[in-house]
């Protein structure tokens, strides 16, 4: 790991980001074995510090109270820390750094203004850090960063290798008995991704905004900068980097995939569900900061229309039980439940919907934390109704329904963000928004969400989920549909009730017509 640390240092020059540096409110001071919290005021700008990323877990943990700040300034007794807070404290030692910063003992717990003023300043905590201490195995304070190895077999096997997809898988023979064990060998970074400490919401935004990460877990070292990464069996200019991880580093601010973030993050877990904002505020002020842009709860304006249309991979299991979003975003989720951004959003066909206004209400003073409301006034072309139908499965997981295109019913593809009582038929409503150009064969592709009313605002909706329409040429298309592969929405009209029953607004039989999201 010194190795590594030093070599980076060294010739890395891209892996570290000195404009408008800061430090952290507080730090930890260790030299000569002795501990004590430091206010960052009386320290040098350039100070060089570590951080550490652990799971908190639910045993009971030595952390930083109003009452013990005075004492911490002067002391803090190394025997009270966890054991993955020693370990740290000989990692930091190791690498020859002093200061270290630890949330639990450089952020007041039991004071709320502290905690929320600290919270914001995550993305400069990370990402102006020299490395980021990572106890990736451990699920609480107690098992430290450091592991007792267990070999699996304690003399040589023969091995074979047999090709399979996503994975090598190994056939190894293990004299003098006979009998072959199958075991499948992943890559050390997706091994890696697998830790329970990467399965925390919290701690995605520490991967991505720390310039250096070194990840301890129970079989092996791993180091990932933005230059390099590998398992410590490879040394930087002699192997190839594995690859940059997943998520790539953001410091240097070059590109960044906002795509795979949400993949990543909506598939983690949190404590506090409110927080789920609050803990990828981080990564979104990173990307702002070089590719400015108005961020919306999780979206972002540029391309916002495409973006409505996410989807989850599976439907979540009930619904958050405090306020997360508004139902147009994906973090409106619950935590755990896997949401895919659509892929190059501005390469897919025609806009259907424009976004009017925009009315965001946040918690606080950070434009990137929490949110009580977020309101969506769109133009549209038209609203379709539809009729949910127990027991119509078109393939795999994904539902046909019926929608009413006119006064003609056809099917579509709906993928609910929730799981749906099927007991009885639901209306919904669909609300088309990107439309496909028809290729020489006429083939017919829309995208657009599934809304029920709320039934407190006329013309007021919350979104439900997805839809897909893909037809076949051959297939026996309402009047509306042309033969180019396109649906002509113009021709559809709506009566002066329908109307005042479906639209927050509307300027005609035809449209335009307004709604709003919630």
Not at 66 to 91: G, P
Not at 154 to 178: D, F, W
Not at 345 to 370: C, H, K, S, Y
Not at 433 to 459: D, H, M, S
Request: aromatic fraction near 10%; charge should be positive; glycine fraction near 6%.
């Amino acid at each position: 790991a010194r190795k590594w640390y030093d070599h980076c240092r060294k010739f890395h020059s891209e892996c570290v980001e000195t404009a408008g540096r800061t430090l952290p409110t507080r730090l930890l001071y260790y030299k000569n074995g002795s501990l004590r919290l430091c206010n960052s005021v009386d320290l040098d700008i350039s100070t060089r510090y570590a951080t550490l990323s652990h799971c908190w877990g639910k045993s009971p943990m030595f952390k930083l109270t109003m009452e013990r700040v005075q004492s911490f300034q002067t002391n803090i007794d190394i025997k009270e820390l966890s054991r993955t807070f020693q370990d740290a404290l000989q990692v930091l030692a190791d690498l020859e750094l002093e200061f270290l910063w630890i949330d639990s003992l450089c952020i007041v717990q039991d004071d709320p203004d502290d905690w929320n003023r600290e919270c914001l300043l995550m993305s400069s905590v990370y990402g102006y850090s020299d490395i980021t201490i990572a106890a990736a195995s451990s699920t609480d304070g107690s098992q430290g960063c450091f592991y007792e190895r267990k070999m699996p077999v304690e003399q040589l096997l023969h091995v074979s290798i047999v090709a399979s997809y996503g994975c090598k898988r190994y056939t190894i023979t293990h004299p003098p008995n006979p009998e072959l064990v199958q075991i499948d060998w992943l890559p050390p970074s997706a091994l890696n991704n697998r830790s329970p400490l990467f399965s925390r919401g919290w701690v995605l935004q520490e991967r991505i905004l720390t310039p250096r990460l070194l990840t301890f877990n129970s079989s092996y070292l791993y180091w990932q900068c933005a230059s390099w990464s590998g398992p410590e069996w490879k040394r930087p200019g002699i192997d190839e980097s594995q690859g940059r991880h997943e998520l790539r580093n953001l410091t240097i601010g070059k590109d960044y995939n906002w795509h795979e973030v949400v993949r990543v993050y909506s598939r983690t877990q949190l404590t506090f569900p409110s927080d789920r904002l609050v803990a990828i505020s981080g990564v979104a002020k990173r990307i702002q900061k070089v590719f400015p842009d108005q961020y919306l709860a999780g979206m972002w304006r540029k391309d916002l229309e495409r973006l409505l249309c996410w989807s989850v991979v599976t439907p979540q299991q009930g619904t958050p039980l405090v306020y997360q979003a508004p139902s147009w975003s994906w973090v409106s989720l619950l935590p755990g439940t896997r949401a895919n951004l659509p892929q190059d959003p501005r390469g897919f066909g025609r806009l259907l919907v424009q976004i009017a206004n925009i009315e965001m209400t946040l918690t606080g003073p950070d434009p990137m934390g929490a949110v009580t409301r977020g309101v969506l006034r769109v133009r549209c072309e038209t609203l379709l109704c539809g009729m949910a139908v127990s027991g119509m499965i078109l393939s795999g997981n994904r539902d046909n329904f019926l929608a009413n295109f006119g006064s003609v019913l056809s099917s579509v593809r709906l993928r609910l963000d929730s799981q749906p009582n099927m007991a009885d038929p639901f209306p919904f409503y669909l609300l088309p928004v990107l439309q496909a150009p028809g290729n020489k064969g006429g083939r017919l592709y829309i995208r657009g969400l599934v809304l029920k009313p709320t039934n407190k605002c006329k013309g007021e909706y919350e979104r439900i989920g997805q839809f897909r329409k893909d037809d076949d040429p051959g297939e026996n298309r309402p009047k509306i549909f042309k033969k180019i592969g396109s649906v002509d929405f113009a021709k559809l009209s709506f009566t002066k009730l329908d109307r005042e029953l479906l639209f927050e607004s509307s300027e005609g039989e035809k449209g335009p017509h307004f709604i709003t999201i919630v």
